[in-house]
């Protein structure tokens, strides 16, 4: 995802030309810049972009014992590897989608590992990925988050554990292949995770929150993409945009594409219709 305030274009700059293989996440609290940060909260039904949600609900979601989460939200480094300075909001965007899921979308908590800050590393997120593939069968549900960190090199986008190690589109998509269940959404808030379709397959919605940079700000205490899904999106209920009362995968990030500024959101969906959670 992010990295923290004041880095600027000049901190850029410089990291593409000290590290010309790698072009880490330079994510900036953009309030501290005096940059517009107004709430917009657009009605995606009056938005004439092209959207993901076609308006029709796919197959209901599991009995809430059959559904997963792994969440994982990383602000707090250590101090030395791949990425960049700390971040402030990303520990708080996995808080904010933990309590999605169990308040709007009834996933029991013992149904959810959140790993945030010093517990993900690459060897804990790895693990519990394996962990989820021995225990999912083929009715259950699985939700994977991540904000952090993100990057690119060999040709490829990825995400960086509290520990600075990258796990690469590659190395996620080896990881969640051979999942039982079709039933799996991702969410990615971090730089570049427009590359992260990796793990994309039928059954399957990937969001992604930007193809370059993606922005955390004071404004919002979260990242911007989060902030619009997740807070607004889905617990407020704002993407609600067929009146039905439920807000599915789709409606949430045709509400974010229409909030989010200064970032270009992608979404891999190959579910079929819509998916609620």
């Known amino acids: 995802m992010r990295k923290i305030v004041l880095l600027g274009l000049l901190s850029i700059l410089l990291v593409s030309i000290t590290f010309p293989t790698f072009a880490f996440s330079t994510q900036t609290d953009i309030s501290a810049k005096g940059w517009d940060t107004s709430r917009s909260l657009l009605d995606v039904r009056g938005d004439k972009r092209p959207k993901a949600a076609t308006g029709i609900n796919g197959s209901a979601p599991p009995d809430p014992k059959l559904r997963w989460a792994l969440i994982i939200g990383i602000s707090d480094y250590a101090p030395v590897g791949e990425g960049g300075p700390d971040l402030r909001y990303c520990?708080?965007?996995?808080?904010?989608?933990?309590?999605?899921l169990v308040e709007?979308?009834?996933?029991?908590?013992?149904?959810?590992?959140?790993?945030?800050?010093?517990?993900?590393?690459?060897?804990?997120?790895?693990?519990?990925?394996?962990?989820?593939?021995g225990l999912v069968k083929e009715e259950y549900e699985v939700m994977f988050s991540f904000s952090g960190h993100g990057?690119?090199?060999?040709?490829?986008?990825?995400?960086?554990?509290?520990?600075?190690?990258?796990?690469?589109?590659?190395?996620?998509?080896?990881?969640?292949?051979?999942?039982?269940?079709?039933?799996?959404c991702f969410i990615f808030d971090s730089c570049f995770s427009g590359g992260m379709d990796g793990v994309a397959a039928p059954g399957r919605v990937v969001c992604m929150a930007a193809m370059g940079l993606a922005w955390e700000s004071s404004?919002?205490?979260?990242?911007?993409?989060?902030?619009y899904f997740v807070d607004q999106g889905m617990y407020s209920g704002l993407a609600d945009a067929n009146g039905d009362g439920y807000v599915t995968v789709e409606e949430a990030f045709d509400y974010a594409v229409a909030n989010c500024k200064m970032q270009r959101p992608k979404i891999n969906?190959?579910?079929?219709?819509?998916?609620?959670l």
């Open 151 to 184: 990057t690119k090199g060999k040709g490829q986008s990825g995400i960086i554990a509290h520990d600075r190690a990258p796990i690469w589109n590659k190395e996620l998509a080896e990881a969640f292949a051979g999942f039982e269940t079709n039933r799996i």
């Open 269 to 276: 969906d190959q579910f079929e219709n819509d998916m609620p």
């Open 219 to 227: 404004e919002w205490e979260n990242g911007q993409f989060t902030y």
């Open 104 to 133: 709007k979308y009834g996933y029991l908590v013992s149904n959810i590992i959140l790993l945030l800050d010093g517990n993900a590393t690459k060897e804990w997120i790895m693990g519990n990925i394996t962990l989820l593939k």
């Open 91 to 100: 520990d708080e965007d996995a808080l904010d989608v933990n309590k999605t």
